[in-house]
């Protein structure tokens, strides 16, 4: 019985001794991370935060910061593309024109940026022709 004891004291000791470092680690790797590692993802989040809200801010100056089109022929659409163009609807309003001279949808990328899946599947679809004009009238119930 005394045997039992012991060795049940033993590991006891030893579980504690294996708590005790593995508490000690942890508090070496938090002190670690927060000298090396925190510093380094808060400049990583920094730059990344930079990068989107230039994103963002072009993006949004993006009409008045290209010559080809009128900014005033400019829909935003948002997602999945940022813009329709209608190219020449600003003179049919004015009544100087009678024609839109084409239809462009534009995303605007900064950077490395690239298009998504869904934007490439887009550009596809628009570059192969399958492209429609189409009326719905919910009084008719038809589309």
């Known amino acids: 019985m005394i045997i039992f004891y012991q060795f049940k004291k033993y590991h006891f000791n ?4 294996i708590k005790q470092r593995a508490e000690e680690d942890i508090a070496s790797f938090q002190e670690n991370f927060q000298r090396t590692e925190k510093q380094k993802i808060r400049k990583d989040t920094l730059k990344r935060s930079e990068r989107v809200a230039r994103g963002f801010t072009i993006e949004n100056f993006a009409p008045f ?6 900014p005033t022929d400019f829909r935003h659409l948002g997602d999945p593309v940022d813009y329709i163009i209608y190219n020449g609807l600003t003179d049919v309003h004015q009544g100087v024109s009678d024609e839109i001279k084409e239809i462009i949808l534009l995303d605007i990328k900064t950077g490395q ?6 934007q490439r599947k887009i550009k596809d679809a628009v570059d192969s022709g399958k492209v429609s004009f189409q009326i719905y009238n919910p009084d008719k119930g038809e589309l």
């Open 14 to 17: 030893q579980l504690s001794l």
């Open 65 to 70: 910061l290209q010559q080809k089109y009128s």
């Open 113 to 118: 940026s690239k298009l998504n899946k869904a």
